[in-house]
């Protein structure tokens, strides 16, 4: 790890517990729409088992690049069709604001002392799926210490393919392993060190709650395994 | 201004001192090369010289995109040459570091004390034709506190086309009336202000020394004018 200039953070999940926090604003809203027998959570993840499928269309060609926003906005419709509700019946107002509960994202305890410490010695910037003005909203809101926004919408590429990883490596000047992916998820990594990029694994063991299956241990030898960014930061000597 | 949510800044004489950064670092490069009787100031004078046509090559269509850090390097050989020196005959490790300097340029002194107001109300970045990593370096050499880096690289266009400011507002999911440009400079302000941004006017009355001829004063009624950060976050209430 001793050429790592730039520390690139996959996010929901890695940084911010994405699905208490869309539970957190869902549950209202179902409550307001005669929903209430919904269970939020299972509705946040209901609404999130529609990201890949919705990124997948833009990685193989089949649409162009659209920003995740419009993503999330097309999937919180279907995830409520599924639930019985009709969409077109609500202020579209309304879904816009609850569509931005993926703007409002808490991160989890050990982000902002230990990216505190990282932020020191290494470019610290997003790399995700998330669009600008989403990390923006969240970092200003969460007091996240971002030295610049990248990700999919920079580079106009979703992870995992590629361009992702690569164009951002070329945006900073500095070759593949001066760049680590720091990410909970092993096929993220995966992807990132098939570029060229040294890994980093975090454990979020409840990113999915406390039935989580996945993504538990780390499934290749990564450059450095950490239980939270606390350890992250001293494992990297800061 | 009331419906303003991002201040987004020109960053070359608004926000940094080019000039003097510029020739604090090629003074020392011009004496190790048999070049001291060239005054660095008018050496830095020079290599700036050559940006607006540079760029202008991209903005007229005729050379694709590319990065200003590409554009500083390829006008730097060019003003050797003006000078007598052969580019060829110096390692081009040397160059590079010297193409570096404007990664290295100092705020004003009442820009981080200003954008320390100002970002406690407002959503603050560069809308600059610097490119990525070069924004973000200086930023991270300065303190200086963006909540994100935005500018010509993200949206493939140089200032001050239309796509430039356009493109940026659609970036932030705002409509154009929410976003305030910050610049020392007239012309930037014109074209935002024809792309429906909201403009403020800060004087830089020595970007190009003692002797400064233009941008002395506001050439519009802009929506703000103000003489340096400190004065533009009391006119903005923060």
């Known amino acids: 790890m001793e050429h790592v200039r730039a520390l690139l953070f996959d996010v929901f999940g890695t940084v911010v517990d994405w699905r208490q926090g869309v539970a957190s604003r869902a549950g209202p809203f179902l409550a307001r729409h005669s929903a209430s027998a919904v269970d939020a959570t299972l509705f946040a993840d209901a609404w ?16 162009p690049f659209v920003r995740l926003d419009v993503l999330h906005r097309e999937n919180l419709e279907a995830a409520l069709a599924e639930i019985g509700i009709d969409a077109a019946s609500i ?33 610290v910037a997003p790399l995700s799926n998330g669009n600008i003005i989403l990390m923006l909203d969240m970092a200003k809101r969460a007091g996240i210490p971002w030295d610049a926004i990248l990700g999919a919408e920079v580079v106009q ?46 454990l979020r063991p409840t990113e999915h709650g406390p039935q989580q299956t996945s993504d538990l241990q780390p499934e290749q030898a990564w450059d450095v395994v950490a239980g939270d960014f606390g350890e992250l930061a001293g494992a990297l000597g800061v």
């Open 48 to 63: 999130r088992k529609r990201y890949q499928p919705a990124m997948e269309a833009v990685r193989s060609g089949q649409r």
């Open 91 to 123: 202020d579209p107002a309304e879904l816009d604001e609850l569509n931005l509960a993926w703007h409002r994202l808490d991160p989890w305890p050990d982000v902002l002392p230990g990216l505190a410490r990282l932020r020191q010695k290494f470019i």
């Open 157 to 202: 590429a979703y992870k995992p393919t590629p361009q992702a990883y690569l164009r951002t490596v070329d945006l900073l000047g500095m070759r593949p392993e001066q760049v680590c992916l720091v990410a909970a998820h092993n096929n993220d990594l995966a992807a990132a060190r098939a570029c060229g990029l040294k890994t980093a694994f975090v």
